[in-house]
C-alpha cells in the first residue's frame, strides 16, 4: 500500500527531485516513505511546506487555465462571427439579386395584348 508520501514525492517529480527539494539523500527519503526510518521534524516540516507551495502553484495554474479558456473561447468566437459575416454578405446579395429579378417579372409583349 502506498504511503502519503508517495503521492507528494510523484507530484514533486519523482525521488530523486523530491530528495534534491529536501538536500537529502534518495536512500534516505526511500527511507522515509517505506518506513524504515521516521521521519524527522525538519524533514516533515519542508515537506509540508513544498505540499503547500504546490497546491498553491496547482491552484494558480487552474485559474490561469481557465483564464486561458475563457480567451480561447473569445477568440474562435471572433473568427466564427468573422467568417459567419462573410457567408451572410454574400447570401444576402445573393437573395437580393434574387428578389430584384423577381420584381423585374416575366418581359410584357405587344403591349399585354394576346397574340397574333
Not at 60 to 73: C, M, N, Q, S, Y
Not at 101 to 106: A, S
Amino acid at each position: 500500500m502506498p504511503s502519503r508520501l508517495d503521492a507528494l514525492i510523484r507530484a514533486l517529480g519523482g525521488t530523486a527531485a523530491a530528495a534534491r527539494y529536501m538536500s537529502c539523500d534518495r536512500s534516505t527519503l526511500n527511507r522515509w516513505r517505506t518506513g524504515a526510518r521516521p521521519i524527522p521534524a525538519w524533514a516533515a516540516t519542508r515537506l509540508r511546506d513544498l505540499a503547500t507551495e504546490l497546491s498553491q502553484e496547482m491552484i494558480r495554474l487552474a485559474f490561469d487555465l481557465k483564464t486561458d479558456i475563457h480567451e480561447g473561447e473569445k477568440r474562435a468566437a471572433r473568427g466564427r462571427a468573422a467568417r459567419a459575416a462573410v457567408f451572410y454578405r454574400a447570401a444576402r446579395a445573393r437573395r437580393e439579386q434574387r428578389i430584384k429579378n423577381f420584381r423585374v417579372g416575366p418581359q410584357v409583349v405587344n403591349g399585354g395584348q394576346g397574340g397574333s
